[in-house]
């Protein structure tokens, strides 16, 4: 169903007193109506109950009325072959450049890993010119997803790869967890179908023990927070999500015992005061676990996300998470950036359609930041420009390989941090840098879109003045502890295999790394019932023939995931 009273009802709720904004969203509602009158869908529902969710995605992640009237209007002139110029008549220029921002990033078709590195700068061009156009293609996929199971097999292998390594990873930057948690799990099923099928089996009975479990904690956690005057907004629940969960698990040998944040609880406060204080009282309550203790209000993650997490011993000696935030910092974890625009138009600013940067509560939107095009370079300014051109990456730069390889880093990094953030070894082994296909110094400082080659010698060592070049902490430590010492190139490669368990599975493996003369000289086999994890070492001493070997068994029958690392 799409009644346009619905979509009025939460925009006026976010913005009582935009009466123009209403006016304007009734105007795109009733074009795009007439124009999507006769168009179906292929799970046989009317086009324009697709339209109508995207904008009612939209005014939830309370964003403006032009927003919700492009995303009302975005496939009007892919799928109705209505011209621009029409829409620029009848909307005016914001809200056409909107729709087709996302018409254009609609044409582009991901290729997967080795897709071609052009077609990446394309993308991201496409969507740098206005955050809005992510924000209405993220609620346009989302629906997309919902609906995926109406398509043809190849179609939503692809749609699911595109959604879970290009668009989720897109909304974690930006801060929208809610929204790439979603995206994930919409993809999931299509990208892992077996382990899918396998958490769902194994995992819910985990989900309502602990749910139960938690049950139990929540009048002790009241009780002690009275105790230091913090009186909560909400204490609820969070179930980890099975795409999160199944990444964590691989990481933990499959073992659940180990996931510790498969159900945690999440205190709502009213003030960061609070939080500390709800933060000391768990403490005193429950013994922490040592290093697991993270303050995300002091130090942010990049995407701005916010929130004090920590581990504690509960009932019956169980390691539980809590994860404490205020409101606000609830609701930009779900909202991200999107959540930064509302903040501005709620004020009644109008600045960022004068292209000019704009402040919430006196601060600087950590999201909104200078973007550096891919072809042009920009100064490492902390000043926020025009509210148009915002950074994906916060303070981090955006960079590629050779292979299209997308590598972030810190801004003012050089080709010196490219190389230890590759692996140590190419840092160590460093004797100069291509950008952009022109030798460049090693000191020269990256910007976003650059293409970056490094150029190796083995057996080099680094000089002790990289460490004035580099800007990061993880290649400074790198290259104070060699130039103290003769660098030991690795003499092995450590290869972690997930895979379907099945009589002849190891042997299948083996057969590999004998083909190719090389020997086996550890294996370890966990055995989680469907999904087995192999490790095996093997006398490997480069990256170039590791990266053949992972190549070859990844074609072996029953392999899922594979990963490797030189020791």
């Known amino acids: 169903m799409h009644d346009v009273n619905a979509l009025l009802s939460i925009y006026a ?274 013994r922490p676990m040592p290093g697991r203790i993270k303050d995300y209000i002091a130090l942010p993650k990049p995407n701005g996300y916010r929130s004090l997490h920590t581990t504690v011993f509960c009932l019956e000696n169980r390691p539980t998470e809590f994860q404490i935030r205020t409101n606000d910092m609830h609701e930009e974890s779900e909202l991200g950036s999107a959540a930064h625009w509302f903040y501005e138009t709620k004020k009644g600013s109008k600045e960022y359609l004068r292209k000019q940067a704009a402040e919430v509560d006196g601060k600087d939107v950590s999201i909104v930041r200078q973007l550096q095009e891919w072809q042009n370079q920009f100064p490492g300014s902390q000043e926020f420009i025009e509210a148009l051109r915002v950074d994906l990456f916060s303070d981090r730069i955006f960079v590629l390989t050779p292979t299209g390889e997308v590598i972030d880093l810190p801004v003012t990094s050089t080709p010196i941090d490219f190389a230890y953030r590759i692996h140590s070894e190419v840092g160590n082994s460093c004797i100069g840098a291509k950008v952009n296909n022109k030798i460049v110094p090693l000191d020269y400082q990256l910007q976003s879109g650059d293409i970056v080659e490094i150029l190796t010698q083995k057996n080099k060592k680094p000089s002790d003045a990289w460490v004035q070049m580099a800007k990061t902490k993880y290649a400074i430590k790198k290259i104070k502890s060699s130039v103290k010492r003769k660098i030991a190139l690795p003499k092995k490669t450590e290869y972690r295999i997930t895979c379907t368990k099945r009589v002849g599975m190891l042997k299948d493996i083996s057969t590999v790394f004998s083909r190719n003369h090389i020997t086996i000289t550890h294996v370890h086999s966990f055995d989680n019932e469907k999904f087995p994890l192999i490790k095996i070492t093997a006398d490997i001493d480069t990256r170039e023939k590791a990266e053949q070997i992972l190549l070859k068994i990844q074609k072996v029958q029953d392999v899922k995931e594979i990963s490797y690392t030189l020791i």
């Open 13 to 286: 709720h976010n913005f009582p007193t935009d009466q123009e904004g209403a006016t304007l969203i009734k105007k795109a509602y009733a074009y795009a109506y007439d124009a999507h009158a006769h168009q179906k869908r292929a799970n046989g529902e009317s086009y324009m109950t697709h339209v109508f969710q995207t904008a009612l995605s939209l005014a939830r992640w309370k964003l403006d009325a032009a927003t919700i009237a492009a995303g009302l209007l975005h496939d009007t002139i892919e799928d109705c072959n209505i011209p621009i110029a029409e829409i620029t008549k009848n909307f005016g220029e914001e809200i056409s450049f909107l729709v087709e921002g996302v018409t254009k990033l609609s044409t582009l078709r991901y290729q997967g890993i080795e897709r071609n590195v052009e077609s990446l700068r394309k993308m991201i061009l496409a969507v740098t010119h206005d955050l809005r156009v992510i924000f209405i293609k993220l609620a346009d996929r989302m629906h997309n997803m919902k609906t995926l199971a109406s398509l043809p097999p190849a179609k939503q292998k692809r749609i699911a790869a595109e959604t879970e390594e290009v668009y989720a990873p897109l909304a974690s930057r930006l801060g929208m967890q809610s929204v790439a948690g979603i995206l994930e799990d919409f993809a999931f099923p299509y990208t892992h179908p077996e382990a899918a099928a396998w958490i769902e089996k194994n995992i819910t009975e985990s989900f309502h023990e602990r749910n139960h479990y938690l049950g139990r904690v929540q009048p002790f956690v009241e009780e002690q927070l009275k105790k230091v005057n913090v009186a909560p907004i909400s204490i609820n629940y969070r179930a980890k999500r099975a795409a999160s969960l199944y990444k964590k698990l691989l990481r933990y040998d499959m073992d659940i015992e180990r996931v510790y944040d498969l159900v945690a609880c999440r205190i709502i406060v009213n003030t960061i005061d609070e939080c500390y204080l709800a933060l000391g009282a768990i403490h005193q309550l429950w």
